[in-house]
């Protein structure tokens, strides 16, 4: 039931007799509303804190924590940072803290959320090369999404190309991930 604009009524009996038709026809009485208040109120200190706050909540102490699955009250914020569509964000991404900030990431086609792998010479690209020893480049079904390096193979070894990426101080691929504030 809708809210009565009151200022029309002229005040005195009108104005008491509206606010009574209202409240009887309310789903929620004033004492239902109290008692709603004193059960609801203690549970408001687990709710997750506004979006201005969010480190604070999800992040005290400023441990630096693994990467663990995105609770909901992050999906929209976490689409926003990312710049991808809610859905991906709710079945693929993950949260952590890194010195007291709140970062997510979301795994997509080539982005790899846990720990990077920054071995220069895995065995898997080892018997790439091997069997393919003039390769230009070794595939990432070969070396995995996790490696922070490309290579290709020169005589049957793999050599470490240039572009390689960042790893954060807590062993992640910095670019994969965001920091929500």
Same mark, same amino acid.
């Given at each position: 039931?809708?809210?009565?604009?009151?200022?029309?009524?002229?005040?005195?009996?009108?104005?008491?007799? +509206?606010? =009574?038709?209202?409240?009887?026809?309310? =789903?929620?009485?004033?004492?239902?509303? +109290?008692?709603?208040?004193?059960?609801?109120?203690?549970?408001?200190?687990?709710?997750?804190?506004?979006?201005?706050?969010?480190?604070?909540?999800?992040?005290?102490?400023?441990?630096?924590?693994?990467?663990?699955?995105?609770?909901?009250?992050?999906?929209?914020?976490?689409?926003?940072?990312?710049?991808?569509?809610? +859905?991906?964000?709710?079945?693929?991404?993950?949260?952590?803290?890194?010195?007291?900030?709140?970062?997510?990431?979301?795994?997509?086609?080539?982005?790899?959320?846990?720990?990077?792998?920054?071995?220069?010479r895995p065995p898997s690209v080892v018997a790439y090369c091997r069997r393919n020893p003039d390769a230009a480049l070794a595939p990432m079904a070969?070396?995995?999404?996790?490696?922070?390096? +490309?290579?290709?193979?020169?005589?049957?070894?793999?050599?470490?190309?240039?572009?390689?990426?960042?790893?954060?101080?807590?062993?992640y691929i910095a670019d994969n991930w965001r920091e929500l504030d």
């Amino acid at each position: 039931m809708g809210f009565l604009l009151y200022s029309n009524l002229g005040g005195g009996a009108a104005l008491a007799e +509206a606010r =009574r038709r209202e409240m009887k026809h309310s =789903r929620l009485s004033a004492g239902g509303a +109290a008692v709603l208040w004193l059960v609801a109120s203690p549970l408001l200190a687990f709710a997750p804190a506004a979006a201005s706050n969010l480190p604070a909540a999800y992040c005290s102490g400023g441990a630096t924590t693994s990467g663990r699955p995105l609770p909901p009250s992050l999906v929209a914020a976490a689409a926003q940072a990312l710049a991808v569509d809610a +859905a991906l964000v709710r079945t693929g991404a993950y949260y952590r803290c890194s010195a007291g900030r709140l970062l997510v990431c979301a795994v997509g086609a080539n982005l790899w959320c846990g720990k990077a792998e920054t071995d220069i010479r895995p065995p898997s690209v080892v018997a790439y090369c091997r069997r393919n020893p003039d390769a230009a480049l070794a595939p990432m079904a070969t070396t995995g999404h996790a490696t922070i390096h +490309a290579w290709r193979c020169v005589n049957g070894a793999p050599q470490v190309e240039p572009t390689s990426m960042a790893v954060d101080s807590a062993g992640y691929i910095a670019d994969n991930w965001r920091e929500l504030d």
